[in-house]
């Protein structure tokens, strides 16, 4: 069974809006990551967060992590039609770094 | 300072024929991990190597599918008698260590079984 889940399944909004995309899981973790994937292609790493972070930023892109909730959040601000992919959350349980990957959410940023 | 490739970029084949994917891994990384994804879905995990140590096999769907990883660098995923439902984006992923949890991925291999 899928250890990340995210919502919403697709998301599209205009470009400058903001996009926020949310990840639910199961088990315990060390870290989540966030990757995105353009046109069902190779996944690119964004970023990592690990279990005893609750925040992190890297330029447009905020994480953020609940792990009493056990959830995760990505907020893209002022989002750009280059944005437009498909986004990933995986979740890294420390077992032989094997990483779970959630089903993806795919992003439509409108010029 | 290539990244991942991988190769072929597609391949398609007929039902019971085998195939076999390479992979190779950014240099110095001795991590590397296959993935499989179909049509819409996420990435399924199917096998991970580290070093000299034996392969985590946990994620292979069935006896037909085995990888190779020569000289702790290239990797090769063999599917032997390939089905239909084999169709689906083969990716390649590696890491400096087991200890680095940033993976990076090669572009994929787009497998359609005929």
């Known amino acids: 069974s899928q250890q990340g889940e995210e919502d919403p399944q697709a998301l599209s909004i205009q470009e400058g809006e903001n996009a926020t995309m949310n990840c639910s899981y199961k088990?315990?973790?060390?870290?989540l990551q966030w990757y995105r994937q353009n046109s069902g292609r190779g996944l690119v790493h964004l970023i990592l967060?690990?279990?005893?972070?609750r925040e992190k930023h890297s330029g447009r892109l905020r994480v953020t992590l609940d792990t009493s909730k056990k959830s995760s959040s990505l907020l893209i601000t002022a989002s750009r039609a280059a944005d437009t992919a498909s986004y990933f959350c995986?979740?890294?349980?420390?077992?032989?770094?094997?990483?779970?990957f959630g089903k993806g959410i795919t992003l439509s940023v409108r010029p | 300072g290539a990244g991942v490739s991988q190769s072929p970029s597609n391949k398609v084949t007929e039902k019971g024929k085998d195939v076999e994917l390479r992979c190779d891994p950014i240099?110095?990384?001795?991590?590397l991990y296959w993935y499989r994804q179909s049509l819409g879905q996420g990435l399924e995990f199917l096998i991970y190597?580290?070093?000299?140590?034996?392969?985590?096999k946990s994620g292979l769907p069935s006896d037909r599918f085995s990888a190779e990883r020569t000289g702790g660098s290239v990797s090769t995923l063999t599917i032997q008698r390939t089905q239909q439902e084999d169709s689906a984006v083969y990716l390649c992923?590696?890491?400096?260590?087991?200890?680095?949890?940033?993976?990076?991925f090669g572009p994929g291999t787009r497998l359609l079984v005929l």
């Open positions: 992923a590696s890491s400096i260590s087991r200890d680095q949890e940033t993976q990076y």
């Open positions: 088990t315990s973790i060390n870290n």
């Open positions: 967060i690990r279990s005893n972070e």
């Open positions: 995986a979740t890294d349980t420390g077992a032989n770094s094997k990483l779970t």
């Open positions: 240099s110095g990384h001795t991590a």
């Open positions: 190597f580290q070093g000299n140590s034996a392969p985590d």
